[in-house]
């Protein structure tokens, strides 16, 4: 059973940060030390209806977030932009659903249990205090709950980062803590390599321990990482990076209960992932341009990422780019899907962008997607003269397609104009492939009358073919409308209606309600 | 005769003029525009950095002036009359603000064209055509109690000391262009950040004499102000945040296509994760994390990229690859909790589940042959649209080894090559599908 016991802050979701920014707040002002408080607020309502056509869920969620920042808290003499800077930035949110049920989340109601789900999570986003410039601009650190984002992907930690920044263009990272993840105090899933479902389950009882092998306990992931990144020369750039992270603790192997094999668990320190990242981009301003980047899983033992993109300067108003992308799914080592026969993608593109005038940009391409499938029968390398041989070498198996090669492909256009407070948008995209089609188009826009009053709108045709499953095809016509209300500097108010019409809902609609707040000191 | 004679005179003046003569003549000729004729400023005589054709200096940084006044510069800073730019600028070398006003008085003028600006109620016009009001302030009209129009030059949004570049030795034509060859100076002759990279190219550490290339070198901090909402308007001490201040009344700063490639294009959302995978600090100078966490943690739909009923259009999307969903999705948590209480994931709660098959019919989606539409097709053509639904144990019913699951073989051709690495390293996932004590030959291989 889930225990009453839950984490102190996930009862009092904003207590912790509210306190810490008041205490910010009516601090003496013995200097100039900048505070901020922000919350962002939204509710939304509207329905799910199952794709197999019966369920439906009631959403009524509410995503509450309050953020404090102080800088300058070594109140360094204004004008200076090389002095020591140190900063403190914190942010926790709520996202709740209140339209499940109780059911839900009781591991008793295994008619409507869903492991790992909750009805009102809070995660402390990131909570770390900076220092930028310090010893003469060589060092930098951050210590707490910390973004990473290089070519390894977007990542969350707990622990410390410090960077060494040199005169000589170079500049060395290492850092050092505890991967952020779910099923821990105040912390998301969001992070943690995916292949593993994972959260709090140290209160179930034991039988309903058994009745989710594959919802695996989580642990502390320890993890570190180092980079090295030129720096300076604002005419190219890269950045050399690699991480490591440890999954600790029990996890499930057994996935049946009745099994008859050991172990039912493994236990012990082992690897969750192991890669190395390059990513570089070059400039040359009456020319182009050039980015490109590499991901190499260590674990793996194979490169799963690899892209690069050449822009050409046409004139002054024109760019022509030409792009390539290279994925393979990988998980997290724990993950029995890294051993499966996934095959990777292949993305090319040709695209424009012209800048007709300083109000109106146009951006449009094409691209081809190559999936890459198995085209020869099973062949494990080596002789398997004992081995129980697969139900595949069925010859009725064995057939494989000639073409290894199928190929999707699509095109975009998108618009933007600006004219003082007045944006319009236009967003068009066309996929074709052997799953299906989706085409259409979004036009928004938005006007902010006399620096107050929002009045937007949002309206699209989108049409979509599923190959695989006919009865989802429709055509769907939607519309936004949004009014709201700047009260103050970056503060807002904020109501939006949506509707949508298709062959598969019918008609439904969402409301929200958005409140933005920032309270500056 | 008298009428006669008068037509001779006018069509004579008129065929001078027409001819030059009247070239050097005052009203209207000269001094109101950079060029004679208003032709277009060569790319030499520009600022470093601009560019052919030219769009000018950003407005965000360089709000739009009005400049009320007729002025000549090449008729000054030449042999003749033997002006320089210190002659009129002189406060120029001492400045230490973007803030200063740096255009001359009206007394550095009162030396030649004998006029009297001391006192600004009463000036007193010279007696010379040039000494009078109208030769220089444009629209100036006798009878209107000495005014004269505003000249409205909005300070910089930007952190700057024209003394410490000129302790170094930088001329004003580094930064302005040949503003000696022209007439009229504009906004166009002021700097474009392109030019200011000609120096500012060393990291944070290096001396203090050197020109950095971080943003807040040159760019005001702080994503508001002190004083208001309308930016920074006598000083510089507007100096808050990390991220540099990017909205101003006069336009909104965005980085140029040739910076990082960074060029914010309407389709930028789909590229920008280039820029942000090689310099996320680049990013960092503009944008905070809640910025980021908007879309790649969010949790309200972002309709710029899921537009339109994206509940029911994401299914087809996902296989697509259209767009990567773990870029801001993880799979196994977002995903597989949403389709489990919706019913459509196998591991869902028994209520959720209803009377449909999400999948194709058995005979296309597990039976042989494969083909397009069979599961092993489709999951080697796109895992993370399985992954995004089921659970290890789904696979494991039939992938698993004899006497585990069915004993389907999942892996790729030549797999147990190189699984003996991954082993050591982790054998988790080998026990979920082998035997760990048995006679399971495939992981004594791996082993």
Known sequence: MIASRENWLQKRPTLGLGLGAALLVVAPNAYALDVEVTSDDAAQFYDVRSPTGETVLSRRRLLGTLGVSAYDLLDAPPGDPRAPNLSLRARLRYDADYGASGATVDPASYDSFVPGFSRGPVDLMYAYVEGRRFLKGWLGFRLGRQYVTDALGWWSFDGAEASLTTPYFAKLEAYGGFEQRGGLPVSTPRFERDGIWRGNRSTYDPTVRDLYPSFQPASVAPAYGVALESTGVTWIHGRLTYRRVYNTGASNVTEFASALYAPAQYNGWRISSERIGYAVDANWPEVGGAKGGIVYDVYLGQVTQAYASLDAYVGTRVTLSADYDYYVPSFDADSIWNFFAAEPMNDVGLRANVDISKRLTVAGGGHARIFDVQTSAFDPGVALASYSPSPNYNPAATYFPTNGHPLDGGGNLSARWAKGATTLGLRGAGDFGQEGDRTGADVSGEHVFETRYVLGGRAGVWQWDDRIRADRATTSFNYVATVGYLFAPRSKARVEWEHDINSLVGQRFRIMFWFSVAVTK | ?447
């Not at chain 2, 060569?42 to 007729?70: E, H, N, V, Y």
């Not at chain 2, 030449?78 to 002006?83: E, H, I, Q, S």
């Not at chain 2, 960092?284 to 537009?307: L, M, Q, S, W, Y």
């Not at chain 2, 039939?398 to 699984?419: M, T």
């Open chain 2, 1 to 447: 005769m008298t009428r006669i004679f008068t037509l001779l005179i006018l069509a004579s003046a008129a065929l001078l003029i027409a001819s030059g003569a009247f070239a050097e003549a005052p009203a209207g000729v000269h001094g109101l525009a950079p060029m004679p004729e208003d032709r277009k400023v060569p790319l030499k005589w520009l600022p470093p950095g601009a560019f052919d054709p030219d769009s000018g200096p950003s407005d965000g940084i360089f709000p739009a002036q009005r400049i009320t006044l007729r002025f000549n510069h090449a008729r000054h800073v030449n042999k003749t009359v033997g002006a320089t730019c210190k002659t009129c600028h002189a406060a120029a070398y001492r400045s230490t603000s973007a803030a200063d006003h740096l255009v001359p008085d009206g007394t550095v003028c009162d030396a030649c064209h004998s006029t009297d600006h001391t006192d600004a109620a009463h000036v007193k016009p010279g007696d010379d055509e040039n000494g009078q009001c109208v030769y220089c302030h444009l629209g100036y009209k006798q009878g209107d109690g000495n005014a004269v129009s505003e000249l409205q030059l909005p300070r910089a949004n930007l952190l700057f000391s024209h003394k410490a570049h000129g302790g170094r030795n930088i001329g004003c034509p580094q930064c302005h262009g040949a503003v000696e060859a022209l007439e009229l100076a504009t906004r166009d002759q002021l700097p474009r950040m392109r030019g200011c990279f000609h120096c500012h190219q060393m990291p944070d550490p290096a001396s203090r004499g050197d020109a950095h290339s971080a943003c807040d070198t040159c760019h005001l901090r702080g994503d508001r102000t002190r004083e208001g909402s309308e930016g920074p308007t006598t000083n510089d001490t507007v100096l808050r945040g990390t991220v540099i201040r990017t909205m101003f009344a006069s336009g909104t700063l965005s980085p140029p296509r040739w910076l990082h490639n960074a060029e914010h294009t309407p389709d930028f959302i789909s590229r920008h994760k280039w820029v942000a995978a090689d310099d996320s600090a680049f990013c960092a100078n503009c944008h905070k994390e809640d910025f980021c966490t908007d879309c790649h943690d969010g949790r309200v739909r972002p309709r710029t990229i899921h537009p339109n009923d994206y509940l029911n259009m994401h299914a087809i999307e996902a296989r697509m690859a259209t767009q990567r969903c773990s870029s801001c999705h993880r799979e196994q948590s977002f995903c597989l909790e949403c389709h489990m209480r919706v019913g459509v994931a196998e591991a869902s709660p028994p209520s959720a589940r209803d009377s449909g098959r999400f999948h194709p019919p058995k005979s296309i989606w597990s039976d042989p042959p494969r083909k397009p539409g069979n599961h092993a097709y489709e999951a080697e053509r796109n895992l993370g649209a399985c992954v995004s639904c089921h659970t290890e144990r789904d696979c494991v019913v039939c992938h698993g080894a004899r006497g585990v699951g069915g004993g389907f073989d999942p892996h790729k051709n030549g797999f147990v090559g190189g699984c003996a690495t991954q082993f050591r390293r982790n054998p988790r996932p080998c026990f979920v599908c082998h035997e760990a004590r048995g006679s399971d030959t495939m992981l004594a291989k791996c082993r």
